[in-house]
């Protein structure tokens, strides 16, 4: 059969991703009518409905969704064949990586001036992945794993584990007296959704009588659980290594007692087989800068 368009494939991309004519317009710069149109074309082109009119809003149909979920991962290998290729253009090398948006904001882009100062040939595009994935179907050339060892297919580097350190905003930590684990029951706290019971483990950990607040604040990721530590929204247990740069200024303080150790590690990945001269630089770079900071990490 004939390929529809791509300018047809994006309207319908973006329309699927925000289930709205309106926000994908907004997105690729067209009218809310001229991505429905093109949609609408594209239907008759498959000869079968992408959305079911709901009201006032579009849903995917079965058919829909399931072009949705498989285009979305063509679009991505377009898009890394296209910056290869400018970058090869520009004699350099492009990779592309997977990461997690956590360990990528706090920890890899701060550290990212010296790979580029030692790398100039050597473009990154990243972005975020959750879960692993196979990286046949989504071309990514590396990817950063938090958990086990069980990324199938796939080649694992281990980077470094975790150590949760309790940390507080000076203001909170001094209205409670958090020099002293004895008002730790009653202090307000900032959980992370998918570690809910990490307060639990670390006071048993630490012995600290009494059980931890349940009613605090929830985030589903760290980010967000260390800004609303900075802020003063309760006090928080989180990975050392995302935190350092705020305990060395003071914007937080961390409470008195040990470290929680994680079973789980980070990991580089990346697909069996020989390895390009770009991820092999990659993987090298991030090794050292590993060996930097042995004082630091758990």
């Not at 609303?228 to 050392?240: D, E, N, Q």
Request: charged share 20%; net charge neutral.
């Amino acid at each position: 059969m004939r390929l529809p368009s791509l300018t047809h494939l994006r309207c319908f991309d973006s329309a699927a991703r925000h289930q709205s004519f309106t926000a994908a317009g907004e997105e690729i710069g067209l009218t809310q009518s001229a991505v429905s149109k093109k949609v609408k074309e594209l239907e008759t082109d498959l000869g079968f409905a992408l959305f079911q009119r709901v009201g006032r809003g579009v849903v995917l149909t079965a058919a829909g969704a399931g072009l949705a979920a498989d285009l979305a991962q063509d679009l991505g290998a377009l898009r890394s064949s296209v910056q290869k290729a400018v970058a090869a253009g520009a004699g350099r090398s492009a990779l592309r990586i997977a990461v997690l948006p956590t360990f990528a904001n706090r920890w890899l882009i701060p550290r990212l001036p010296d790979f580029f100062a030692r790398h100039p040939e050597i473009e990154l595009s990243l972005s975020t992945r959750l879960e692993p994935f196979d990286f046949v179907r989504d071309p990514f050339d590396l990817a950063i794993h938090y958990g086990g060892d069980n990324w199938p297919g796939a080649r694992m580097v281990e980077l470094f584990g975790e150590q949760m350190v309790p940390i507080a905003a000076p203001e909170l930590f001094a209205s409670h007296r958090l020099d002293s684990m004895e008002s730790l029951p009653e202090v307000p706290l900032v959980h992370l959704d998918s570690r809910s019971d990490a307060w639990g483990d670390w006071f048993l950990e630490a012995g600290v009588q009494g059980k931890p607040r349940q009613d605090g604040r929830y985030f589903d990721q760290y980010s967000m659980v260390i800004g609303a530590a900075v802020a003063g929204l309760g006090a928080a247990i989180v990975p050392f290594d995302m935190v350092s740069d705020e305990l060395a200024s003071g914007a937080l303080r961390r409470l008195p007692g040990p470290g929680l150790r994680s079973n789980k590690r980070y990991y580089l990945v990346r697909p069996h087989g020989v390895a390009a001269d770009a991820v092999q630089k990659f993987e090298t770079w991030i090794t050292r800068q590993l060996r930097q900071k042995t004082g630091d990490l758990a």
